[in-house]
């Protein structure tokens, strides 16, 4: 009898190890490394590994960017969600003011986000890039 029950025990416990794995693919999930200090949500943050991901599996439109390494994290609420629709990777895109970055998208495997790039924020950076000569002006996205 204490047999049965142990084997009963064992196969309730791995088919709970099962369930708690499955639910552990987080959808949206992205691990990138960004090699500058970038600006997000109005936020400066550094160079470092970055977890992308959403704050709850129902909602895709609240994401968070943390860093454990750096110990700073920011909410992005993105302006725009769309389906992926093509097969390139998952990344993270730019826009370049002077020597600033500004997340401006974010590529999963199943969405493209389109994060907010404030017109003060680009004021600023350009600004910042004015009032130093030596810095370069340029625009784009990485």
Do not use: W
Not at 19 to 32: E, F, M, N, Y
Not at 90 to 97: D, K
Not at 107 to 135: C, D, Q, R, Y
């Amino acid at each position: 009898m204490k047999t049965h029950c142990m084997r009963i025990l064992s196969a309730f416990f791995g088919l709970a190890a099962l369930a708690v794995a499955a639910k552990g693919q987080t959808p949206d999930q992205l691990v990138v490394n960004i090699p500058y200090e970038f600006v997000v949500a109005g936020k400066t943050l550094p160079a470092g590994s970055y977890r992308i991901n959403r704050v709850s599996d129902k909602n895709e439109r609240l994401l968070v960017i943390s860093s454990f390494e750096n110990r700073a994290g920011v909410l992005v609420q993105p302006i725009d969600v769309a389906g992926k629709t093509d097969t390139e990777k998952p990344s993270v895109s730019f826009q370049t003011v002077g020597d600033q970055h500004l997340l401006s998208r974010i590529e999963t495997a199943e969405h493209v986000f389109t994060i907010p790039v404030s017109s003060p924020a680009v004021l600023e950076a350009g600004m910042k890039t004015h009032s130093n000569p030596s810095a370069s002006a340029s625009s784009g996205s990485n």
